[in-house]
């Protein structure tokens, strides 16, 4: 069985700076793209940002300049580094990966809450 275990949500202030961890577990060949998403209260889930096996990187428009997503592939871990965080960041943000087990699969995590207070 294939699981992501998230870490690194939190309560933080307007400005400040979070780090999101993502670790792929289970029998895992290889992890394609993995990603981050995010949902807030009443609105639909979004894609914040994704990252190719081979380190090609996205992001949301409005994330730009103030996340940076990068992974570990030995350790099949994204991680999303989230600095200026501000009130409208708030939301639950989940893990996402496209892992290579005894078949293809789409993986989700658990969501950690994310809180920037104003």
């Known amino acids: 069985q294939v699981q992501l275990v998230e870490s690194g949500g939190g309560l933080v202030q307007a400005g400040g700076s979070l780090r999101l961890s993502c670790a792929a577990s289970g029998s895992i060949v290889r992890a394609n793209a993995m990603g981050w998403y995010r949902q807030a209260p009443g609105k639909q889930r979004e894609l914040v940002a994704s990252i190719t096996s081979g380190g090609t990187r996205s992001y949301a428009d409005s994330v730009k300049g103030r996340f940076t997503i990068s992974r570990d592939n030995a350790k099949n871990t994204v991680y999303l580094q989230m600095n200026s965080l501000k009130p409208e960041d708030t939301a639950v943000y989940y893990c996402?990966?496209?892992?290579?087990?005894?078949?293809?699969?789409?993986?989700w995590g658990q969501g950690t809450l994310v809180t920037v207070s104003s």
């Open positions: 996402n990966a496209d892992v290579i087990a005894d078949r293809l699969l789409e993986v």
